[in-house]
T-cell receptor, first 115, second 114 residues
């Protein structure tokens, strides 16, 4: 069975700083997807970034980038130039290829951006 | 706004009761997914429907059932409710059931069982 571990329950940084959220996962699958979702106080689950395991290149979306280490089964999220609006819960999630969005979720990291 | 609409936003009910949660997917999306977010269990996948048919089932209790109607909206029925069923229930939708498409989430229904 697949598991996803987020070892940082809570983090806080000053606005404009860079912060890295950790995620490790365990799987015997070779084809899969990894995601970072953001859940602000509004409760909306918002996709931040997505990585396909067969792609060597790390995904990037504006200020958000990942460090995907397949052999180490690590998938960390880096947020550059953090903004107050980045304050939210961040969830790492795993999905086997062709598994119909049967996402396996981590416990989440609460990120607080301080002014 | 993701385009996925869930109603009601909040629901408070007593143990033993039955409730129905509704999800309207984004226009054109054929696939609907239900997830539960609870303090005890975290986030978990419950069930998926595609164009009216059940496609995948996760950790869904036998007391829970779902369906997708011809107009593609979906309902999640929760019966014989227990205190532990208190959770945020999310619906998500995608164009197809294929994993190379993005799933968009609604804002969830917060269910409180008292």
């Amino acid at each position: 069975a697949q598991t996803v571990t987020q070892s940082q329950p809570e983090m806080s940084v000053q606005e404009a700083e860079t912060v890295t959220l950790s995620c490790t996962y365990d799987t015997s699958e070779s084809n899969y997807y990894l995601f970072w979702y953001k859940q602000p106080p509004s409760r909306q689950m918002i996709l931040v970034i997505r990585q396909e395991a067969y792609k060597q290149q790390n995904a990037t979306e504006n200020r958000f980038s990942v460090n995907f280490q397949k052999a180490a089964k690590s998938f960390s999220l880096k947020i550059s130039d953090s903004q107050l609006g980045d304050t939210a819960m961040y969830f790492c999630a795993f999905m086997k290829r062709n598994s119909n969005y049967q996402l396996i979720w981590g416990a989440g990291t609460k990120l607080i951006i301080k002014p | 706004d993701s385009g996925v609409t869930q109603t009601p936003k909040h629901l408070i009910t007593a143990t033993g009761q039955r409730v129905t949660l509704r999800c309207s997917p984004r226009s054109g999306d054929l696939s609907v997914y239900w997830y539960q977010q609870s303090l005890d269990q975290g986030l978990q996948f419950l069930i998926q429907y595609y164009n009216g048919e059940e496609r995948a089932k996760g950790n869904i209790l036998e007391r829970f059932s779902a369906q997708q109607f011809p107009d593609l909206h979906s309902e999640l029925n929760l019966s014989s409710l227990e205190l532990g069923d208190s959770a945020l229930y999310f619906c998500a939708s995608s164009v197809s059931g294929k994993t190379n498409t993005e799933a968009f989430f609604g804002q969830g229904t917060r269910l409180t069982v008292v």
